[in-house]
């Protein structure tokens, strides 16, 4: 990792931990299919790319001008749009895409994103790796909220195991010091570099899907359902930078 435009929070990725980033996409995603169907064989799971320009009527309220990057109005009938601060967003929308328009596509249902998101970090040093572009992996496994299977909880230990199998550090499961206003709980898997506890996931149970879901019995009225969100957010920049910390590259 370097720093060669000598400003905070923007640094070159070299191909040695490129090639690390993509073998952690790859085994991330498939260590939580098989979590997933473990608990639930009836898990879908699928992978999405959105574009990182985003309709700034998508993202959260709780972003404000300050803290992502807009893009500039030219004219009054340009649609405003910023850089992503996160994946989620875009997530939802092919979720309801494939949900409204694709009989067959049904709860539970994991749609997962890896890539760019950008934010407007305050000036630290890189070690914090507070990143102002920075990467991505965020699983969004949606279920009806009267399922009986609490897989926030069930989803936490295997999380653990499949960070610390990459990144050969201490591992450790931690209340967030932050609980968002779309979470019922959120938790961090943080790792232990030597010079910090630096946090590399958070899991929560999100419950901000933005359509109830529909079942349909054979005898009766359709019946809807509330719908719960497992997410879980992996910050791939900090995996691969505990990853070179513990390698002693």
Request: aromatic content about 10%.
């Amino acid at each position: 990792m370097l720093n060669l435009f000598n400003v905070n929070s923007l640094v070159h990725w070299e191909e040695r931990e490129i090639n690390m980033r993509d073998h952690m996409v790859r085994f991330f995603s498939e260590e939580v299919r098989s979590f997933l169907r473990s608990v639930n064989p009836a898990w879908d799971v699928r992978r999405v790319e959105a574009p990182a320009l985003t309709p700034r009527a998508l993202i959260s309220g709780a972003y404000t001008n300050a803290d992502i990057w807009v893009q500039e109005q030219l004219t009054e009938t340009d649609i405003p749009l910023v850089l992503r601060p996160e994946t989620t967003p875009s997530t939802y929308v092919y979720m309801q895409h494939i949900l409204n328009n694709h009989s067959r596509t049904r709860l539970p249902l994991c749609v997962w994103q890896a890539g760019r998101s950008y934010r407007r970090e305050q000036e630290q040093p890189t070690k914090h790796m507070r990143l102002k572009e920075f990467w991505q992996l965020e699983f969004q496994c949606a279920y009806t909220a009267d399922s009986g299977n609490d897989y926030h909880a069930a989803s936490l230990e295997p999380v653990r195991r499949m960070i610390a199998a990459l990144i050969p550090l201490p591992t450790r499961i931690v209340p967030s010091d932050r609980l968002p206003a779309y979470s019922q709980t959120t938790v961090d898997v943080e790792v232990d570099n030597g010079d910090k506890w630096m946090e590399v996931c958070s899991i929560s149970r999100r419950t901000d899907f933005p359509d109830r879901y529909r079942t349909q019995p054979k005898k009766g009225p359709a019946v809807e359902h509330d719908v719960l969100v497992l997410e879980i957010a992996i910050g791939l920049d900090r995996c691969v930078y505990n990853w070179n910390m513990a390698t002693g590259m």
